[in-house]
Nanobody, 122 residues
Framework: EVQLQASGGGLVQAGDSLRLSCARSGFTFGDYAIGWFRQAPGKEREEISCITSRDGSTYYADSVKGRFTISSDNAKNAFYLQINSLKPEDTAVYYC???????????????WGQGTQVTVSS
């Protein structure tokens, strides 16, 4: 059983930066991918970034390319999302999740973590 916990959100101003963290516990046989998702009020959940366990391949949604950077620390079993130049439209609950296989974006979700709220004021 894998558990995921996102943290690092908060109330920030437009133009600020944040680094979200995803703490992962547990063990998975085989390859997997860790994705960052967000959901804003009244909007559908969106996968914004992803990184694969085997080769570190990454994926970014068009809406965040150039501003978001995903990374991993295998020794700590942790994953990060660096968010720069925050915009009010980035306001959402951000979640990390684990997908099956060495594939990004995630096709099959295996585990879903608790989210962290990011609120960007203009």
């Amino acid at each position: 059983e894998v558990q995921l916990q996102a943290s690092g959100g908060g109330l920030v101003q437009a133009g600020d930066s944040l680094r979200l963290s995803c703490a992962r516990s547990g063990f998975t046989f085989g390859d997997y991918a860790i994705g960052w998702f967000r959901q804003a009020p009244g909007k559908e959940r969106e996968e914004i970034s992803c990184i694969t366990s085997r080769d570190g391949s990454t994926y970014y949604a068009d809406s965040v390319k150039g501003r978001f950077t995903i990374s991993s620390d295998n020794a700590k079993n942790a994953f990060y999302l660096q968010i720069n130049s925050l915009k009010p439209e980035d306001t959402a609950v951000y979640y990390c999740a684990q997908g099956y296989g060495n594939r990004c974006p995630i096709n099959v979700l295996d585990y879903w973590g608790q989210g962290t709220q990011v609120t960007v004021s203009s």
